[in-house]
């Protein structure tokens, strides 16, 4: 983005508060928090405008363990990065290019027992909570993923391997015609085979439908004034609020927006 595009943003987001909605009824438009969060979000709201590979697809991970170490979710978010590069792209042809971005996010805090039986009541014979035993416990992680779009040649001159998953998810060597026929359907086709390509080749992935979820940005909503893809953004950053939160939240080493 050129110097003059970028002080005119600003400039603009000066005078009306944000660029990319309209918060005139944003309750808590004046507090700090909020304007942090906001710059936060439009700045990637800006990098994915000025690099073309909008997001697409969030693919939304739980964990059917308790993670706690962030350190193995950068690890497996690798992998992820891999498996939906060697599935959609796997001779790394420009045109089939895919951006992957995650978010990594903790579950809420919870209290947890020290001792699980509690404290006996000896009027009523009955365990009870004892708040004396009972410490907070670290929510685990989940990740948000947001994927750029995939290209409709990528499912019409498939692979070997996308020909192969197809004839798994549908039971025929063709995916069904009538959702061939429309951009909907043809979103279908790339939401089902990130599906497969991820609890096909990630170990870490349970088998329940929990464990993975993707929502398309064409289905998507609208979330704190934000809509369609710009509302993924403003969901995966709900809890950035200034820098060092989108430091344990954005993965850096994965990433591909902030540096392309």
Same mark, same amino acid.
């Not at 978010?103 to 009027?123: S, W």
């Not at 359907?185 to 993707?214: P, Q, V, W």
């Given at each position: 983005?050129?110097?003059?595009? !970028? $002080?005119?943003?600003? %400039?603009? !987001? ?12 944003? *309750?808590?438009?004046?507090?700090? %928090?909020?304007?942090?969060?906001? @710059?936060?979000?439009? =700045? ?38 891999? /498996? ?14 895919? =951006? ?6 903790? @579950? ?5 027992? *020290?001792?699980?039986? &509690?404290? #006996?009541?000896?009027? =009523?014979?009955?365990? $009870? ?6 410490? /907070?416990?670290? +929510? ?26 197809? $004839? ?24 089902? #085979? ?11 992935? +349970?088998?329940? $439908?929990?464990? #993975? ?6 289905? %998507? +909503?609208?979330?704190? &004034?934000?809509?369609?893809?710009? +509302? ?6 709900? =809890? ?17 927006? #902030?540096?392309?």
């Amino acid at each position: 983005m050129g110097r003059i595009t !970028r $002080e005119y943003r600003n %400039w603009v !987001r000066n005078r009306t508060g944000t660029l990319h909605k309209n918060d005139a009824d944003d *309750k808590y438009k004046g507090r700090q %928090w909020r304007i942090n969060q906001n @710059h936060i979000r439009e =700045t990637l709201m800006d990098e994915y405008n000025a690099s073309g590979y909008k997001p697409a697809y969030m693919i939304t991970r739980n964990y059917y363990y308790d993670q706690q170490s962030r350190k193995e979710v950068v690890k497996h978010n690798k992998r992820v990065n891999d /498996v939906i590069d060697d599935f959609f792209n796997p001779r790394g042809r420009a045109e089939y290019l895919l =951006t992957h971005d995650h978010f990594i996010e903790r @579950h809420k805090d919870q209290f947890v027992k *020290k001792d699980p039986k &509690g404290v #006996l009541n000896t009027i =009523t014979q009955e365990y $009870e909570l004892d708040w004396c035993q009972v410490e /907070v416990k670290k +929510g685990a992680f989940h990740v948000h993923t947001l994927v750029s779009d995939i290209d409709d040649d990528v499912i019409t001159n498939r692979t070997s391997r996308i020909q192969k998953a197809i $004839e798994k998810i549908y039971g025929f060597d063709e995916p069904p015609h009538s959702l061939m026929q429309s951009d909907e359907g043809m979103t279908r086709i790339k939401k089902d #085979l990130l599906e497969y390509a991820i609890r096909d080749r990630c170990d870490f992935m +349970g088998h329940s $439908e929990m464990s #993975l979820d993707i929502k398309p940005a064409t289905e %998507w +909503g609208k979330y704190d &004034g934000y809509e369609g893809w710009k +509302g993924l953004i403003s969901y995966v950053t709900k =809890t950035c609020y200034n820098v060092d939160n989108m430091i344990e939240v954005y993965d850096h080493e994965n990433n591909n927006i #902030l540096c392309l």
